[in-house]
């Protein structure tokens, strides 16, 4: 009874829309109930509706690259998987699928890829550019992974609008079991701050239920995105990839994703929330239980369809029917169902909250 009411207390904070502290976040965490994710994700539904009403933000992905020079120990495209098949678009592809896009009605274009140094700051700038020239109504967003400032820098004054680098995780020490040692989780903060500075709207995220996460762990990430407040966050369950030293670890849950959702969109209301293709990959009703949860953002993938298998970040990646720009409709027809509609404008971030 007393640990109840306990629950009930720091969830009625939350949902007013007070700070918890990092132990009160994993308390809620360890002791959530079906009754509880219901109480939150209600909630959540409701700041979602005061903030952007109905609107359900599309996305069109592009996956530039699956080239890569890192080796994340859970990443599918890890330079030193020798089995990942790896491709480049050449800018007139990159241009192909805006278009096809474009004509669909989107509005954002999404590209994402490994940390392919071939992708260098003169041929990103000059694509960036062109996207900008031929679609000029579309905000252009780059998820390329961590370059220097002066890069970022660059890349702004060409035009992008936003950039997603996800932290993968708040904690310093869980971040080192998760990457090699050529990577540090100092440099991803550090660019997440240039990101910021120089004026993108900058997201950030991690994966739930990565090997050695904890609720101290994930109550630290909910920290640090109350204090960062990033204009996106993208959080997915991890799913193991049969070709990483992760490939039999345990995979992250829906339940659990969804019950992060629910708390990301309470602890920073007006934030972007993709429900993401890795929730709708462990769970083939993963994409309407993350809308269903507080998330107001999905990303479609525009890839030219023979590459789209080749982007595989961990075991059987979605990339078909309603997760592909040409199963558009039937994905607007999900979202409709659920009383909710498909928006293909920029979808900025609202600063109201
Ligand atoms: N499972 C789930 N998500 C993954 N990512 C990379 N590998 C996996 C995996 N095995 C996520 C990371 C990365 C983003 C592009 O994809 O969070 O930042």
């Given at each position: 009874?007393?640990?109840?009411?306990?629950?009930?207390?720091l969830a009625?904070r939350l949902t007013?829309?007070k700070?918890l502290?990092?132990?009160?976040?994993?308390?809620?965490?360890?002791?959530?109930?079906?009754?509880?994710?219901?109480?939150?994700?209600?909630?959540?539904?409701?700041?979602?509706?005061?903030?952007?009403?109905?609107?359900?933000?599309?996305?069109?992905?592009?996956?530039?690259?699956?080239?890569?020079?890192?080796?994340?120990?859970?990443?599918?495209?890890?330079?030193?998987?020798?089995?990942?098949?790896?491709?480049?678009?050449?800018?007139?592809?990159?241009?192909?699928?805006?278009?096809?896009?474009?004509?669909?009605?989107?509005?954002?274009?999404?590209?994402?890829?490994?940390?392919?140094?071939?992708?260098?700051?003169?041929?990103?700038?000059?694509?960036?550019?062109?996207?900008?020239?031929?679609?000029?109504?579309?905000?252009?967003?780059?998820?390329?992974?961590?370059?220097?400032?002066?890069?970022?820098?660059?890349?702004?004054?060409?035009?992008?609008?936003?950039?997603?680098?996800?932290?993968?995780?708040?904690?310093?020490?869980?971040?080192?079991?998760?990457?090699?040692?050529?990577?540090?989780?100092?440099?991803?903060?550090?660019?997440?701050?240039?990101?910021?500075?120089?004026?993108?709207?900058?997201?950030?995220?991690?994966?739930?239920?990565?090997?050695?996460?904890?609720?101290?762990?994930?109550?630290?990430?909910?920290?640090?995105?109350?204090?960062?407040?990033?204009?996106?966050?993208?959080?997915?369950?991890?799913?193991?990839?049969?070709?990483?030293?992760?490939?039999?670890?345990?995979?992250?849950?829906?339940?659990?994703?969804?019950?992060?959702?629910?708390?990301?969109?309470l602890?920073?209301?007006?934030?972007?929330?993709?429900?993401?293709?890795?929730?709708?990959?462990?769970?083939?009703?993963?994409?309407?239980?993350?809308?269903?949860?507080?998330?107001?953002?999905?990303?479609?993938?525009?890839?030219?369809?023979?590459?789209?298998?080749?982007?595989?970040?961990?075991?059987?990646?979605?990339?078909?029917?309603?997760?592909?720009?040409?199963?558009?409709?039937?994905?607007?027809?999900?979202?409709?169902?659920?009383?909710?509609?498909?928006?293909?404008?920029?979808?900025?971030?609202?600063?109201?909250?």
């Open positions: 009874m007393k640990n109840r009411s306990r629950v009930e207390e009625d007013a829309g700070a502290t990092r132990e009160e976040y994993a308390y809620l965490i360890d002791h959530r109930t079906p009754e509880l994710t219901h109480q939150l994700a209600k909630a959540a539904v409701a700041v979602r509706e005061r903030i952007y009403g109905r609107s359900v933000f599309i996305r069109g992905l592009i996956e530039i690259s699956n080239y890569c020079k890192n080796d994340c120990f859970y990443c599918g495209i890890r330079c030193s998987n020798d089995h990942c098949d790896r491709y480049r678009l050449t800018p007139e592809e990159v241009l192909r699928c805006a278009k096809e896009g474009y004509e669909l009605g989107f509005r954002t274009f999404v590209l994402q890829g490994g940390e392919d140094t071939f992708l260098t700051d003169d041929k990103l700038c000059a694509l960036i550019r062109d996207l900008k020239k031929q679609f000029g109504d579309c905000a252009v967003t780059l998820s390329l992974g961590e370059r220097s400032r002066k890069s970022y820098q660059r890349l702004f004054d060409a035009g992008a609008d936003r950039y997603l680098l996800r932290h993968e995780t708040a904690d310093p020490a869980h971040y080192r079991k998760l990457h090699p040692e050529t990577m540090s989780p100092e440099n991803r903060m550090r660019c997440l701050r240039d990101l910021k500075e120089i004026g993108f709207q900058t997201g950030c995220g991690i994966m739930v239920g990565s090997p050695y996460q904890t609720s101290s762990e994930l109550a630290e990430d909910l920290a640090f995105i109350r204090s960062f407040r990033p204009d996106m966050c993208g959080i997915g369950p991890f799913i193991p990839h049969r070709d990483t030293p992760f490939g039999n670890e345990t995979p992250g849950t829906a339940e659990l994703t969804c019950f992060l959702l629910s708390m990301i969109r602890i920073h209301p007006a934030v972007l929330l993709p429900s993401t293709t890795a929730l709708a990959t462990i769970d083939p009703g993963g994409r309407e239980k993350g809308l269903l949860s507080g998330a107001n953002v999905v990303m479609p993938n525009l890839s030219p369809k023979e590459i789209r298998g080749k982007y595989e970040l961990y075991d059987h990646k979605l990339h078909e029917g309603e997760e592909s720009a040409q199963g558009f409709r039937a994905l607007s027809e999900k979202i409709r169902s659920l009383g909710l509609e498909p928006a293909v404008d920029r979808g900025d971030i609202r600063k109201e909250e």
